[in-house]
């Protein structure tokens, strides 16, 4: 299935060698799409593109210098409904169609057209799949001669599109630049049933360390379990109180070494094939990240077992590593990806996140970033995410 990438509107520093590396890795057609950029910032973007790459860029505006810079083709939108006569010989013609009766009427007279929005939204709320797919399997015929799928359409969900019929699809914001990686249950491996076998072989109630329920038993006065690890988790409380507090629920003799051991005892390994993927996408050009909610006593231990004793260190991983313990701030609040984005110094549409908790990829997702799921009962699904762009 053909794919098309479009890129952000907004112009921002980085985006053309980001393109170059795109085209490098394969992409076959790309729609610049900068509606707010002058002839002139359109032409200097264009002057980055690498000469053995610009015929395969559609232009939406400014469509005059297609031809001066021998690109593939032009689209046509609402700011632009109308093509230059006559069009530049080789240049591929396309528009956007919105209804069901426009691809009918139009698709004939282009070379493609994109049909949208097909799926929701990610990046706009509200704005909602407009056809149902009983009205795409009555056009079915047309879709798979030219029509492209577009709105909300993300890797993952190429498959769904085939099936519907398309010949291809579209990516709104297509253009990564960066990955940010949560870490326990994506580069992670965690292990709870170990954790409360740990809590019961030492007779330490497990609910002090597992719960994630604010209503959960009281450890002192007015402070619950659930909200202790909370608080524990965005730096409220030191690691030194957090130890204390749970030392005096813990049977007599209980040392502090012990209820650090039994805390990180639901840390698992991080596999090198993992952290291999990683440095793949850094040969590659893409910033990679850590955005994860943790404390200081499993970030010093992971940091040390899990990452050191691998041969890599954080500086070989990430570029920025994004901790909620010292940000005083926790996924899916969306001041933490503000912040990850802000640092990073890319679009937020440019960023793609990959997280094994829905709700955190829906509030990134919310917040302008790509991303996706990750299902840790699913073997290798970080690979599959992460093999478009590799």
Same mark, same amino acid.
């Given at each position: 299935?053909?794919?098309?990438?479009?890129?952000?509107?907004?112009?921002?520093?980085?985006?053309?060698?980001?393109?170059? +590396?795109?085209? =490098? +890795?394969?992409?076959?057609?790309?729609?610049?799409?900068?509606?707010?950029?002058?002839?002139?910032?359109? =032409?200097?973007?264009?002057?980055?593109?690498?000469?053995? /790459?610009?015929?395969?860029?559609?232009?939406?505006?400014?469509?005059?210098?297609?031809? *001066? /810079?021998?690109?593939? !083709?032009?689209?046509?939108?609402?700011?632009?409904?109308?093509?230059?006569?006559?069009?530049?010989?080789?240049?591929?013609?396309? #528009?956007?169609?919105?209804?069901?009766?426009?691809?009918?009427?139009?698709?004939?007279?282009?070379?493609?057209?994109?049909?949208?929005?097909?799926?929701?939204?990610?990046?706009?709320?509200?704005?909602? =799949?407009?056809?149902?797919?009983?009205?795409?399997?009555?056009? #079915?015929?047309?879709?798979?001669?030219?029509?492209?799928?577009?709105?909300?359409?993300?890797?993952?969900?190429?498959?769904?599109?085939?099936?519907?019929?398309?010949? @291809?699809?579209?990516?709104? !914001? !297509?253009?990564?630049?960066? %990955?940010?990686?949560?870490?326990?249950?994506?580069?992670?491996?965690?292990?709870?049933?170990?954790?409360?076998?740990?809590?019961?072989?030492?007779?330490?109630?497990?609910?002090?360390?597992?719960?994630?329920?604010?209503?959960?038993?009281?450890?002192?006065?007015?402070?619950?379990?659930?909200?202790?690890?909370?608080?524990?988790?965005?730096?409220?409380?030191?690691?030194?109180?957090?130890?204390?507090?749970?030392? #005096?629920?813990?049977?007599?003799?209980?040392?502090?070494?012990?209820?650090?051991?039994?805390?990180?005892?639901?840390?698992?390994?991080?596999?090198?094939?993992?952290?291999? *993927?990683?440095?793949?996408?850094? +040969?590659?050009? /893409? @910033?990679?990240?850590?955005?994860?909610?943790?404390?200081?006593?499993?970030?010093? /231990?992971? #940091?040390?077992?899990?990452?050191?004793?691998?041969?890599?260190?954080?500086? $070989?991983? %990430?570029?920025?590593?994004?901790?909620?313990?010292?940000?005083?701030?926790?996924?899916? $609040?969306?001041?933490?990806?503000?912040? =990850?984005?802000?640092?990073?110094?890319?679009?937020?549409?440019?960023?793609? %996140?990959?997280?094994?908790?829905?709700?955190?990829?829906?509030?990134?997702? +919310?917040?302008?970033?790509?991303?996706?799921?990750? $299902?840790?009962?699913?073997?290798?699904?970080?690979?599959?995410?992460?093999?478009?762009?590799?």
């Amino acid at each position: 299935m053909e794919q098309i990438i479009i890129t952000q509107p907004q112009m921002y520093e980085g985006e053309p060698e980001a393109v170059n +590396r795109l085209f =490098a +890795r394969g992409c076959r057609r790309l729609h610049l799409r900068k509606p707010t950029a002058s002839r002139s910032q359109t =032409a200097g973007w264009l002057e980055q593109i690498e000469p053995q /790459y610009r015929p395969r860029i559609v232009l939406h505006d400014h469509h005059d210098l297609a031809p *001066l /810079y021998h690109l593939g !083709g032009i689209h046509l939108n609402s700011r632009n409904p109308v093509a230059p006569v006559p069009l530049a010989e080789g240049l591929t013609l396309s #528009r956007s169609c919105h209804t069901i009766e426009e691809v009918k009427t139009l698709a004939s007279d282009y070379d493609y057209v994109l049909l949208s929005p097909i799926f929701d939204s990610i990046s706009k709320p509200g704005y909602r =799949a407009a056809f149902t797919s009983e009205e795409l399997e009555s056009i #079915r015929p047309l879709l798979s001669r030219n029509v492209y799928a577009l709105g909300g359409i993300t890797p993952q969900r190429l498959p769904e599109v085939e099936r519907l019929g398309f010949y @291809g699809a579209a990516m709104m !914001g !297509g253009v990564v630049t960066d %990955f940010i990686f949560d870490l326990g249950g994506v580069l992670l491996d965690l292990d709870m049933q170990r954790a409360a076998a740990a809590c019961r072989q030492v007779g330490i109630d497990a609910e002090l360390f597992l719960s994630g329920n604010p209503g959960s038993s009281t450890i002192a006065d007015g402070l619950t379990a659930g909200k202790l690890i909370a608080d524990y988790q965005v730096g409220l409380v030191t690691s030194e109180q957090f130890l204390a507090l749970v030392q #005096r629920h813990c049977p007599p003799g209980t040392t502090r070494q012990t209820i650090v051991d039994t805390w990180n005892a639901c840390i698992g390994t991080v596999p090198r094939h993992r952290l291999d *993927l990683i440095l793949q996408l850094r +040969r590659l050009g /893409y @910033g990679t990240h850590l955005l994860s909610n943790t404390n200081q006593l499993h970030w010093d /231990y992971i #940091r040390q077992l899990c990452f050191s004793d691998t041969g890599y260190t954080c500086a $070989d991983l %990430f570029d920025h590593v994004f901790l909620s313990q010292e940000l005083h701030l926790a996924k899916p $609040d969306p001041a933490i990806y503000r912040h =990850a984005v802000r640092q990073i110094g890319t679009p937020a549409g440019q960023c793609f %996140f990959i997280d094994d908790t829905k709700v955190n990829v829906e509030a990134a997702r +919310r917040e302008g970033l790509q991303g996706a799921w990750l $299902d840790v009962g699913r073997k290798n699904h970080l690979h599959e995410i992460l093999s478009p762009f590799l």
